[in-house]
């Protein structure tokens, strides 16, 4: 699959434990987007790598923490999980669409439940 | 601060009449809209870009900035069309975050 991948699938977990969720953007994408789903909130920006480097930080809480690695995939790190965590956290990458527009191709996502 | 509206959750219209999904948004600036589309079991994937005025599986979208909105149209629906449609706003300038809408599950019923 040359598209955006993420694993696990599905997650269950207690409530303070730490997850990690991972993400392989496209081939040839230097840009990872991390979202968060939930039912309340809709879909949210948490965070923006580029090449290895924070670009941007939205409403992601200190718990969460995520990194880019040499090889561009990305991990979410979820610490302290608490109920409200439980979500779906979509990674994205992307490519240059126009002079500004960057053209942002999503993964299947990482469903989150904790219990 | 940067906001996206989509005042309907839910849409139901019978195939074959207009469908029009509404979003308005709110940012000072120039902004890039587009409209994403979630079919059942599939990823999130762009349908429409405001900047590229094209049409795509029939939908158009025209920004109107005295508006402020980007409503997503298509004169006659199928049933295919179903889905979860999300209407986004992309900051520019190296942001390229983007803000989403609550998003409106669409359903044509045969």
């Known amino acids: 699959d040359s598209g955006v991948t993420q694993t696990p699938k599905h997650l269950i977990t207690a409530t303070g434990q730490r997850v990690t969720l991972r993400c392989s953007p496209r081939?040839?994408?230097?840009?990872v987007y991390w979202y968060q789903q939930s039912l309340d909130q809709g879909l949210q920006f948490l965070i923006h790598?580029?090449?290895?480097?924070?670009?941007a930080k939205g409403n992601i809480l200190e718990r969460f923490s995520a990194q880019q690695f040499p090889d561009l995939h990305s991990e979410l790190n979820l610490s302290s999980l608490e109920l409200g965590d439980s979500a779906l956290y979509f990674c994205?990458?992307?490519?240059?669409?126009?002079?500004?527009?960057?053209?942002?191709?999503f993964g299947p996502g990482t469903r989150l439940t904790v219990l | 601060a940067q906001r996206v509206t989509q005042p309907e959750k839910l849409l139901s219209v019978f195939k074959g009449a207009p469908v029009e999904l509404k979003c308005n948004y709110s940012?000072?600036?120039?902004?890039?809209l587009f409209w994403y589309v979630q079919y059942s079991r599939q990823r999130l994937q762009l349908l429409l870009r405001?900047?590229s005025r094209e049409s795509i599986k029939g939908f158009t979208a025209d920004l109107n900035k005295g508006e402020t909105s980007f409503h997503l149209k298509k004169p006659f629906a199928q049933e295919e069309d179903s889905a979860m449609y999300y209407c986004?706003?992309?900051?520019?300038?190296?942001?390229?975050?983007?803000?989403f809408g609550q998003g409106t599950r669409l359903t044509i019923n045969p």
């Open positions: 405001h900047i």
């Open positions: 986004a706003l992309s900051l520019p300038q190296g942001a390229q975050k983007l803000v």
């Open positions: 994205a990458s992307s490519v240059r669409a126009g002079a500004t527009t960057y053209e942002q191709f």
């Open positions: 790598y580029y090449n290895g480097e924070e670009r």
């Open positions: 940012y000072s600036g120039s902004p890039e």
């Open positions: 081939s040839g994408d230097l840009s």
